[in-house]
Structures are given as structure tokens and as C-alpha cells.
């Protein structure tokens, strides 16, 4: 099984947060053995944008857990990140439900990325994800 990694994820491991760090390194180390961890290309460069973040810290992280990357993101990705995206942003301008803090389309592009490699989702936002995909299995670090 292929497991996509949200950015939010990874960046718990440098968090200052030692209850959360410690259950998704936990969880990474449980799940590197019988998954493929996968990233995308913008999960990536968030992790690197981060202020004040090591550049080699992200690409150890990655090597040592045996994750991949997905550089390449197919026109279907993008279209379907677009599509939500733009879907989610009607129903923050229509005000409908409690949508939580604003999002940007990166998010929507992780998850297009995930639902098209045919891969659950492990993530901190769960609530987004299942509203903007609901064919993607999307997991939290308390569900392994």
C-alpha cells in the first residue's frame, strides 16, 4: 500500500510538540516497513520553504525514513486540484458550514496528488481532505 504524507505530517518532527512528534515518528517508523511513503513535489518544497529549517534536514528525514518523491505531477493532478480547489472556494464565499482557517491550493494539490496515485492520505487536516476528496482515504496519525 502507498501512503502520501501531508507536509503538516513531517514538519510535527521539527514542531517543538514531543506528545505529537513522537506518535508520527512512531508511526513513520511502524509504517516505512510494510508502505511506500510517498511525497509530492509541493509537500517538499514547503518542508525546505520553512523558516529557519536546514536544507539537508528534509532530504535526511527522507532518506532515513525511505521515502519517495513524485517530482512530476500529471495534467490530472492539476486538474483536479483546480476542480476542488475551486469548488472549496465557492463554499467559503457562500459561507456554508464551518470551514476552518482559509486554505491554499497546495493543500489541494497534495491531495489531488494522493487520490491519483492511488494512496491513503496521512494528515493532521482530515477535514479538508474528505470534503474536497471523497474517493480519498484519508488517515491520521491516531488511526495506525
Known amino acids: 500500500m502507498t501512503l502520501a504524507l501531508d507536509t503538516n505530517i513531517l514538519s510535527t518532527l521539527w514542531s517543538g510538540s514531543p506528545d505529537l512528534s513522537q506518535l508520527v515518528q512512531s508511526?513513520?517508523?511502524t509504517l516505512s516497513s510494510s508502505h511506500v511513503l510517498l511525497i509530492c513535489a509541493p509537500v517538499f518544497a514547503e518542508?525546505?520553504?520553512a523558516p529557519k529549517?536546514?536544507?539537508g534536514a528534509v532530504?535526511?528525514?527522507?532518506h532515513e525514513e525511505g521515502m519517495k518523491i513524485d517530482w512530476d505531477l500529471d495534467p490530472p493532478v492539476w486538474r483536479t486540484a483546480?476542480?476542488?480547489y475551486q469548488t472549496y472556494a465557492a463554499r467559503r464565499r457562500a459561507g456554508s458550514g464551518a470551514l476552518g482557517p482559509g486554505r491554499i491550493l497546495a493543500d489541494f494539490v497534495i491531495g489531488a496528488h494522493a487520490l491519483h496515485a492511488d494512496a491513503a492520505l496521512l494528515t493532521l487536516d482530515q477535514g479538508i481532505y474528505r470534503a474536497a476528496f471523497p474517493a480519498l482515504t484519508v488517515l491520521a496519525p491516531a488511526d495506525l
Open 82 to 84: 483546480a476542480l476542488a
Open 53 to 55: 529549517r536546514d536544507l
Open 59 to 62: 532530504e535526511a528525514l527522507l
Open 27 to 29: 508511526s513513520l517508523q
Open 47 to 49: 518542508l525546505e520553504a
